[in-house]
């Protein structure tokens, strides 16, 4: 029978593991397409898996708790074909066959042939293990591959790619990518310098100390976070804002807007619309980097913090939020919110995030200093909404008036984004906040 390899999914962007929580089948039972096979956590999201074949489990390669790399090989499922005694080659790898030549160089570097098999150690690529035989095959050295620039989602290399590689060197006009040799050099340093192993001074722990273990989402969200730090040059600026005619417009018209729509309306639609507004004026902002590249993205994809009931954050977005009215944008984000609190979101609810909103406001604080949710390059934290005495210019003099005021502060990465595009941005918003129309239309 021919075989066919379970591999762990890439369920996000810079989710790289996931942690098998439930197995639902065992060794030896017959699953048929779309059985649910396990569920798999990551500090993102929880999600079932489907198996994509009908056939018979002959192996599970990972118990339940398990942290497994994505790309990684987690079961085996026997399906169709005839019996000859034999395990025979995956059926990825016998397409390989057919489509390379038949008469190959012999590989003399057993230590590049074991780099090519072990490549998921060495490289933070993830390659299919197609493009994997056809490499070992054709004599394709690890350097190579890692050089190569892949037409997939994330730059992923495939059988394409590869295929095209082939041609070219043959006829001797293939050269490595420096760009991607660069990129990759630069990767794997940031990858050994996240590997030190950095020992944090002792904890004395006395007679009444409680001592409680962190959950697993509770590890991952705290290694994501000194992942972000470690990464990106953090730099946070603050201005206040006056949102007084906003508030008022709020107050005015909230029981107005529910009626209407159906949808109860808080600051955060108006706050991100005027983020999304500014990101448009602002697109490197709206960027991520990859290696010695900046990489501007074309849509605009706000992703909102939300408090789980277990305490723990998640992020959906909203997807395209530049082209939604804020009609479209409040009833997107209650639905998300909603999703979030109930745990029923979907992967793809969670992904493609452009840049980062969390309010600090909700819990009465007044300034935050949040991390980078990578790979974006800043995120914005929302302030508490607080009435303070403030000085007016009037035609006749200054007046000291009641005003409704918060802080806006922005975190971003150093490396591309430097203080004065930082400052510009942080204050496109203020004024965006401060300039509302208090006659809006509902």
Known sequence: MSNFQI?????????????????????????????????????????????????????ILFPENSLVAVGEILAIISIGGEENGKSEKSAEDTEAKKIVDKEKTPINDSNEENAIENVRELSNRFYSPLVKTIAKQENISFEELESLNGSGANGRVQKNDILEYIKTRKSGKAKPDPKRETITESKNEVMAVSRKSITPPPVSIGAGDQIIEMDRVRKLIADHMVMSKQVSPHVTSV??????????WRNKNKEAFESKYGEKITFMPVFIEAVASALSEFPMVNSSVDGDRIILKKDINIGI??????????????KNAEQRNLVGITK???????????????????????????????????????????????????????????????????????????????????????????????????????????????
Do not use: C
Request: charged share 25%; glycine share 8%; proline share 5%.
């Open 239 to 248: 201005v206040e804002a006056d949102v007084t005619e906003l508030v008022l």
């Open 7 to 59: 591999v762990m999914p890439k369920l996000g962007e810079s989710i790289q593991e996931g942690t098998i929580t439930k197995w639902f089948v065992k060794e030896g039972d017959r699953v048929e397409e779309d059985d649910i096979l396990f569920e798999v956590a990551t500090d993102k999201v929880d999600s079932e898996i489907p198996s994509p074949v009908d056939g018979v489990i002959s192996k």
């Open 305 to 318: 913090a939300v408090a789980k009931p277990d305490g723990n954050l998640i992020v959906p977005v909203i």
């Open 332 to 442: 997107e984000l209650n639905r998300l919110a909603n999703a979030a609190r109930n745990n029923k979101l979907g992967i793809e609810e969670i992904q493609g995030g452009t840049f980062t909103i969390t309010n600090f406001g909700s819990f009465r604080n007044l300034i935050g200093t949040p991390i980078i949710n990578q790979p974006q390059v800043a995120i914005l934290a929302t302030g508490s909404i607080e009435k303070k005495p403030a000085v007016l210019e009037t035609p006749t003099g200054d007046v000291i008036a009641i005003r409704h005021k918060m802080f806006l502060s922005l975190s971003y990465d150093h490396r591309i984004v430097d203080g004065a595009l930082g400052g510009a941005f942080l204050r496109k918003i203020a004024d965006n906040l401060e300039q509302f129309d208090i006659n809006r239309l509902v």
